[in-house]
């Protein structure tokens, strides 16, 4: 499949982009010599929207925000928050800004309460407090208030991440991965608040790797690729290019090798793009003429983690990025190796696991 692109966000002409990414590019020095992060990367997030921004583990997803962030400084290029330039104006993007960092960062010594309100006060917000109950009750918090940081399991301290983020109600939502290795309920919490918010005014821009998340709540994606925009579309637009139907069936056998070349294998399930009904009567065939039996036959509608797939795999191109490329970017998962971590687990499909 062909790499996909439109041109930028639909945003009046007067209104400045919620975020702009403008010629992105960030070179680490490394023992190896350079490595390009981030090779200009250019995308506008339209104010109202909530963006996806994709793509395997070390393509460049959390530089990007980091750079946005104010973290890291960009190699060369620009990015900005509703107009404002995140080095020349970096307090007034701050202030428009709340980033969910994909890493738990917390200080121990504080309550929860103490932290959002220490939090509020950096941005001159003294009385914060009903805002901060909203936060605490909105994200299942509220009987941890006095809870001492340290004490909080892993999920509710990325809810607490959440929280901090948000304290200064910033009109521009950025979330690093938010739902990794959480249980289904604080997904569902959390993505119910986003949309609350996001119905209330402000943009988000979310990275997951759980792709029906991102086609569900994500009125545009772009896909990145050792840091590089490889698609960029509406999502109703990047699901309407892949192949419209995906047949698929358990096997105990290996597959004949033509079938396998496209097929996405989780454990004994197999997936095959079949977009005609010729299509899945010739993989049925081939696959009892190898000697194997199928069950569980379905055909289902192509989804975004079939884009995804497509989109990885056709922007397999040169691999020049440097002689620091340690790490070679998934890629298209090796079909016969189960790919897509956890795709049949209670936290629903991913791909790749969650990088630290
Ligand atoms: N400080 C650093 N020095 C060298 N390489 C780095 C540094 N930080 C990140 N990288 C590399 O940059 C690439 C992009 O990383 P990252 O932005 O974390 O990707 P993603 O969030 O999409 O998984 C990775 O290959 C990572 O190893
Ligand atoms: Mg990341």
Same mark, same amino acid.
């Given at each position: 499949?062909?790499?996909?692109?439109?041109?930028?966000?639909?945003?009046?002409?007067?209104?400045?982009?919620?975020?702009?990414?403008? %010629?992105?590019?960030?070179?680490?020095?490394?023992?190896?010599?350079?490595?390009?992060?981030?090779?200009?990367?250019?995308?506008?997030?339209?104010?109202?929207?909530?963006?996806?921004?994709?793509?395997?583990?070390?393509? %460049?997803?959390?530089?990007?925000?980091?750079?946005?962030?104010?973290?890291?400084?960009?190699?060369?290029?620009?990015?900005?928050?509703? %107009?404002?330039?995140?080095?020349?104006?970096?307090?007034?993007?701050?202030?428009?800004?709340?980033?969910?960092?994909?890493?738990?960062?917390?200080?121990?010594?504080?309550?929860?309460?103490?932290?959002?309100?220490?939090?509020?006060?950096?941005?001159?917000?003294?009385?914060?407090?009903?805002?901060?109950?909203? +936060? +605490?009750?909105?994200?299942?918090?509220?009987?941890?208030?006095?809870?001492?940081?340290?004490? +909080?399991?892993?999920?509710?301290?990325?809810?607490?991440?959440?929280?901090?983020?948000?304290?200064?109600?910033?009109?521009?939502?950025?979330?690093?991965?938010?739902?990794?290795?959480?249980?289904?309920?604080?997904?569902?919490?959390?993505?119910?608040?986003?949309?609350?918010?996001?119905?209330?005014?402000?943009?988000?821009? *979310?990275?997951?790797?759980?792709? #029906?998340?991102?086609?569900?709540?994500?009125?545009?994606?772009?896909?990145?690729?050792?840091?590089?925009?490889?698609?960029?579309?509406?999502?109703?637009?990047?699901?309407?290019?892949?192949?419209?139907?995906?047949?698929?069936?358990?096997?105990?056998?290996?597959?004949?090798?033509? *079938?396998?070349?496209?097929?996405?294998?989780?454990?004994?399930?197999?997936?095959?793009?079949?977009?005609?009904?010729?299509?899945?009567?010739?993989?049925?065939?081939?696959?009892?003429?190898?000697?194997?039996?199928?069950?569980?036959? #379905?055909?289902?509608?192509?989804?975004?983690?079939?884009?995804?797939?497509?989109?990885?795999?056709?922007?397999? %191109?040169?691999?020049?990025?440097?002689?620091?490329?340690?790490?070679?970017?998934?890629?298209?998962?090796?079909?016969?190796?189960?790919?897509?971590?956890?795709?049949?687990?209670?936290?629903?499909?991913?791909?790749?696991?969650?990088?630290?």
């Amino acid at each position: 499949m062909r790499p996909v692109s439109t041109p930028a966000a639909p945003a009046a002409a007067s209104a400045p982009a919620a975020i702009a990414f403008r %010629g992105v590019t960030k070179i680490h020095h490394t023992p190896k010599g350079p490595f390009e992060a981030l090779g200009g990367v250019s995308l506008d997030v339209a104010p109202g929207e909530i963006f996806g921004l994709l793509g395997p583990n070390g393509a %460049g997803k959390t530089t990007l925000i980091s750079i946005l962030a104010g973290l890291t400084r960009a190699t060369a290029g620009t990015a900005s928050v509703l %107009g404002h330039d995140v080095v020349a104006d970096a307090p007034q993007a701050r202030r428009l800004l709340g980033v969910v960092p994909q890493e738990l960062v917390f200080d121990p010594f504080f309550s929860l309460r103490e932290a959002l309100r220490i939090q509020s006060g950096y941005f001159g917000l003294r009385r914060n407090d009903d805002w901060i109950d909203d +936060l +605490l009750h909105s994200l299942g918090l509220a009987d941890k208030a006095n809870a001492n940081m340290r004490q +909080l399991s892993g999920g509710m301290k990325r809810r607490a991440m959440v929280a901090q983020a948000l304290v200064h109600k910033p009109k521009v939502i950025v979330l690093d991965e938010p739902t990794a290795g959480v249980d289904v309920e604080l997904r569902q919490t959390l993505w119910q608040f986003v949309s609350r918010l996001n119905r209330e005014g402000s943009t988000v821009l *979310l990275t997951t790797h759980y792709l #029906e998340e991102a086609e569900a709540l994500c009125s545009r994606i772009a896909m990145i690729k050792r840091g590089q925009v490889v698609a960029l579309a509406k999502t109703s637009e990047l699901l309407s290019r892949a192949s419209s139907n995906v047949l698929r069936f358990k096997l105990d056998t290996p597959l004949p090798p033509a *079938l396998a070349a496209v097929a996405r294998v989780t454990g004994r399930v197999v997936q095959l793009p079949a977009p005609t009904a010729a299509d899945v009567e010739h993989a049925l065939s081939a696959i009892r003429q190898a000697g194997g039996r199928v069950e569980d036959i #379905e055909i289902r509608k192509a989804d975004l983690e079939d884009v995804f797939l497509d989109v990885m795999g056709a922007s397999e %191109g040169p691999q020049g990025r440097g002689v620091g490329a340690t790490e070679p970017g998934p890629g298209r998962p090796n079909p016969a190796s189960a790919p897509l971590g956890g795709s049949e687990g209670p936290q629903g499909r991913s791909v790749g696991a969650r990088s630290s």
